[in-house]
């Protein structure tokens, strides 16, 4: 029942294998071809392109087909390996296949906490406020919003930008007064967007790494929050903004807020070097043209040293405070051995700790400015953040076919490390991507996008209830599926709104939607109670249309997802003799001679436990 769509070549092990690995190769063509001849071409990229050619050896016959073998030895290779096959036939015919891809990567000890149970990131400005706060003395202009339930600010200023300027004055004590819903809900890891001072309600241009930003509370506040969610078996993990600061900050300084010198006050500041100018002090890089988030220059060694490399550097430091992990904001950005600092100083500070990295597209094959990055290869990110997931659930609930989803994420799991796989960072939508309900919901048909609109813009009753269905089954799948199921704070609470700032809108306590609440309390302790949706392997048994359906195992026990996208109800054979017991969702069951036929209710999903025998 193993989905399996290139059963005419295969490679053993499955997947990206550690450096050291013998890869076996087997072709299985046609004998109605006449090949009598194939060899294998390796390109090992990351050794100058290096190709190695080996002969495959014809080893008989399977049926109707002739069988090749061939392997591949990785020696003490880390990189990726681009393999293609030449097949020939006695009257000088050839077909090329490939280049396909193979992983090869550094083998080391990945730390499973994080991809084992949910995470719940929170945006601490939104959260819960502990108090109405003053913003009098404190660094940005800031000004706050003195009823929680407004919308935040969106409208543009001169030079067309949303300033984010604007708190609500969600801060840390809230957030501990609400560890036991947190708790309840089945979270393990909170990951925090940014919480050093900053001057924008983001907290994206860091202002002083050593300081939690005043209006969430102090650094002694921190780590009585990580203590309260270290005794509820929670861990924390920061967001780690390395790439650029603010141009607000003690390092940059160029409102002069700080009583430092700043780099660009003047050319002796300690900082300067840090920065990029182009001509000092006005004309510096910055993250994406953004003038805000001066860029930093990474090979610096006083800012290394000072993020990572010294004893008690911001990565090292904040752990010792009581986080457990960092995120790095755009570590596609970051130098690949920059990033290896910081996984290097965050294992030494805690040998649990985790790095998530922030990239969009398939980590393997990143590339930024022109080089292959290393991300996943071993020792510089654990795990990232899965936005093809995204893409995939998206589109499948979305009616993009399950055949699209089960492709796309076989990509994923043949070209990840497994522990990379396995640690993903699951969500349906972050603080950068529209709320998962809206986009459900309103089917994808925008027809206005101006901010205007976006602002005023609400789901009919009729668009959310389609919105919640499929939320639910989206839910479902996430957290059945490999990596970290994480929720984006409210989304379990049903909030709606596009893209910044009306995917970040305080949280409507009092009017959460209890409905949607439930469901992800119950997927919560889906999660947490069952072993094989913790670390379990993922095999699919339907990928067409509307339905999608895979099982996980591990330590003796199966649980089987199944979803149904469409706008009528579907049915699936299974294809195997097993009882199942239905753990959450809806889903008719008729046990069959050959295996049951489960009949799945439309725009929803449903989990099982399937008996063994
Ligand atoms: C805000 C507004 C923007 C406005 C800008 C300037 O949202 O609309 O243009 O201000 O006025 C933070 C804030 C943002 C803020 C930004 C700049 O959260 O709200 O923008 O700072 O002040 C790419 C990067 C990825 C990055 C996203 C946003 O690759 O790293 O863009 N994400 C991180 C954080 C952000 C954060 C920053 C980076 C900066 O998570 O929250 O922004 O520190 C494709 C590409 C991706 C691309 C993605 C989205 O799929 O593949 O590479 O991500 O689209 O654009």
């Not at 090749?68 to 077909?95: A, I, K, M, N, P």
Request: aromatic share 12%.
């Amino acid at each position: 029942p193993i989905y399996n769509s290139r059963d005419s070549r295969y490679k053993t092990p499955y997947g990206a294998v550690p450096s050291g690995t013998q890869v076996r190769f087997t072709l299985r063509p046609g004998r109605v071809e006449g090949f009598s001849r194939a060899t294998l071409s390796a390109r090992f990229e990351s050794r100058g392109d290096q190709i190695e050619s080996l002969p495959m050896l014809w080893s008989g016959l399977e049926l109707d087909r002739d069988l090749f073998q061939g392997s591949l030895d990785t020696g003490d290779y880390v990189g990726l390996v681009w393999y293609s096959f030449l097949l020939e036939r006695l009257d000088g015919g050839r077909q090329e296949l490939g280049p396909y891809q193979l992983t090869v990567y550094q083998a080391e000890e990945v730390p499973s906490w994080f991809g084992e149970g949910m995470t719940y990131q929170i945006f601490p400005d939104r959260f819960l406020r502990s108090r109405v706060p003053d913003p009098a003395g404190m660094v940005g202009g800031r000004w706050v919003h003195q009823d929680w339930e407004e919308l935040p600010e969106w409208r543009p200023d001169q030079r067309g930008e949303i300033r984010n300027r604007d708190f609500f004055g969600g801060d840390l004590l809230g957030v501990m007064e609400k560890l036991d819903y947190l708790k309840g809900l089945g979270v393990e890891t909170l990951y925090f967007n940014p919480i050093f001072e900053a001057s924008e309600n983001h907290r994206y241009g860091t202002a002083d790494y050593d300081k939690i930003d005043p209006m969430l509370g102090s650094n002694q506040d921190f780590s009585r929050l990580c203590d309260e969610a270290h005794r509820r078996g929670m861990r924390v993990m920061l967001d780690g903004v390395f790439n650029h600061t603010g141009y607000v900050s003690r390092y940059f300084n160029g409102d002069g807020f700080y009583p430092d010198v700043g780099a660009s006050q003047s050319w002796d500041s300690p900082y300067r070097p840090w920065f990029n100018f182009i001509q000092w002090p006005k004309k510096y890089e910055s993250w994406w043209g953004i003038y805000s988030l001066p860029a930093v220059n990474e090979s610096c060694p006083s800012y290394r040293d000072f993020i990572f490399a010294g004893e008690n550097s911001v990565v090292r430091r904040w752990l010792r405070a009581g986080a457990d992990g960092w995120r790095l904001d755009v570590a596609d950005e970051l130098p690949d051995d920059f990033v290896a600092g910081i996984h290097q100083a965050a294992r030494a500070e805690k040998p649990d700790a985790l790095v998530i990295g922030e990239v969009w597209e398939d980590g393997s094959t990143k590339v930024a400015y022109g080089v292959r990055r290393k991300h996943i290869l071993g020792g510089h990110c654990d795990g990232l953040m899965n936005y093809p997931l995204r893409n995939a659930i998206l589109a499948f609930f979305r009616g993009g076919g399950g055949e699209h989803f089960v492709s796309a994420m076989e990509t994923i799991r043949e070209n990840y490390p497994p522990s990379a796989f396995y640690s993903a960072m699951n969500s349906l939508g972050t603080h950068d991507t529209p709320r998962i309900l809206t986009l459900l919901g309103a089917g994808g048909e925008y027809r206005d996008q101006s901010r205007d609109w976006r602002a005023h813009f609400r789901l009919s009753p009729k668009q959310r209830r389609r919105g919640k269905d499929l939320l639910r089954a989206a839910a479902l799948l996430l957290f059945c599926f490999p990596g970290s199921p994480t929720v984006y704070y409210g989304d379990e609470a049903g909030m709606e709104g596009f893209e910044d700032p009306f995917n970040r809108q305080t949280y409507p306590w009092g009017r959460e939607d209890r409905e949607l609440v439930d469901w992800f309390r119950a997927l919560g302790a889906l999660r947490r109670d069952h072993p094989a949706l913790r670390r379990g392997d993922i095999r699919y048994v339907a990928g067409q249309g509307p339905l999608l359906a895979f099982t996980r195992s591990a330590a003796g026990e199966t649980i089987l997802c199944a979803c149904n996208a469409g706008d009528g109800p579907a049915a699936m054979e299974l294809g195997f003799p097993r009882e199942l017991t239905p753990l959450l969702g809806r889903a008719h069951v008729d046990p069959g001679e050959e295996g049951p036929t489960l009949t799945i209710p439309p725009l929803s999903g449903a989990a099982f436990l399937v008996h063994e025998g």
